[in-house]
C-alpha cells in the first residue's frame, strides 16, 4: 500500500481479523485427486505466532487485532509517502514447468478490509493482495507504486508478480479512484473494474469507515484469477457476476 505525495494525504489501511488462504494442488486433468491445505488467522494478536507466519514491513505493523499497512494516526506527517507491507512467509509452488501433466495449485484467499482516511483528507493510492517471488520490498515503492514496483522496475518482467488492486486515488492511468484492477509486473493495471456503478465507495466519506469483505480466488488448471468485493454489512458478493481476470504465467 502507499501514499500520495499530497501533503495533506492521509488514509489508514487496515486489515481486520479475518484472513483465510486455501491451497489446492492437483494434477490435470480435474478429477485427480486434491491436496487441501488451509490457512486461517480469526485474530491478529497473541492466539498466534504472527512473527513466524508474517514478514511486517515498516510502517506496517500487526496491532488492534488487525494487520495495519499504515500507522493508525491522526498526524499526517507520518502518513507521507508510506508503503507498508505484510506478507505470509510460507513458500508455495503454483506450477510446475509447461508440461500440462505437472502439478499446479490453485488458491482462494478472502479477507476484512477497511480503508480509512483522517478527518476527509485525500485518500491514499489503496492497497494490493499481491503474488511475488520474494519478501523483499522495493525501495522508494509509495504513492503510485503501490508498495508493488518502482520507477525503474515498473513493467519489468522479471518482477514475476501477481497483484489485485484496490485503488483510491486517480492517477493518469487509472480510469478513477474507486475501482480493482489486476497487475503483472506492473501498477498500470491490464484490466479494471470500476466499483462506483457496482454501489461500492472504497473509502468512505468524513469520519466513516468502510469495511468490505474481499475474494481472491486462482484457479490453476485454467490459469483464470478473480476478486469479488462486498460490503461487510451485507456479507453477500457484491458481483453477481464476479469480473473474470486473465492470467498469464510468469516463468
Known amino acids: ?95 510446475e514447468g509447461q508440461n500440462s501433466t505437472n502439478r499446479v495449485a490453485s488458491f482462494n484467499s478472502s479477507f476484512l478490509v477497511n480503508l480509512y482516511r483522517v478527518d476527509n483528507s485525500t485518500p491514499g493510492e489503496g492497497l ?8 523483499n520490498l522495493p525501495p522508494n515503492s509509495y504513492g503510485e507504486y503501490l508498495g508493488l514496483t518502482n520507477s525503474t522496475t515498473d513493467g519489468d518482467n522479471a518482477n514475476c508478480l501477481i497483484a489485485v488492486e484496490l485503488d483510491t486515488f486517480k492517477e493518469d492511468f487509472d480510469p478513477d479512484s474507486n475501482h480493482v484492477g489486476l497487475n503483472i509486473n506492473s501498477v498500470r493495471s491490464n484490466k479494471t473494474t470500476p466499483l462506483s456503478p457496482l454501489g461500492f465507495q472504497l473509502v468512505g466519506e468524513g469520519t466513516t469507515a468502510n469495511f468490505f469483505n474481499v475474494w481472491v480466488q486462482y484457479d490453476g488448471i485454467k490459469k483464470v484469477i478473480s476478486e469479488e468485493t462486498s460490503s461487510h454489512q451485507r456479507y453477500k458478493h457484491g458481483c453477481s457476476n464476479p469480473e473474470v481476470f486473465r492470467m498469464v504465467r510468469c516463468m
Request: no cysteine; glycine share 2%.
Open 1 to 95: 500500500m502507499g501514499l500520495a505525495a499530497n501533503p495533506i494525504t492521509s488514509v489508514v489501511l487496515l486489515i481486520a481479523p479475518l484472513l483465510l488462504l486455501s491451497l489446492f494442488a492437483a494434477v490435470p486433468p480435474v478429477t485427480a485427486k486434491l491436496n487441501i491445505s488451509n490457512i486461517q488467522f480469526d485474530y491478529f494478536n497473541g492466539t498466534y505466532n504472527l512473527s513466524k507466519a508474517f514478514q511486517v514491513d515498516s510502517p506496517a505493523v500487526i496491532d488492534n487485532d488487525a494487520l495495519q499497512l499504515t500507522l493508525d494516526s491522526v498526524n499526517s506527517d507520518l502518513l507521507i509517502n508510506q508503503a507498508g507491507r505484510i506478507l505470509y512467509k510460507s513458500p508455495f509452488t503454483l506450477w
Open 128 to 135: 494490493t493482495f499481491v503474488v511475488a517471488p520474494d519478501l
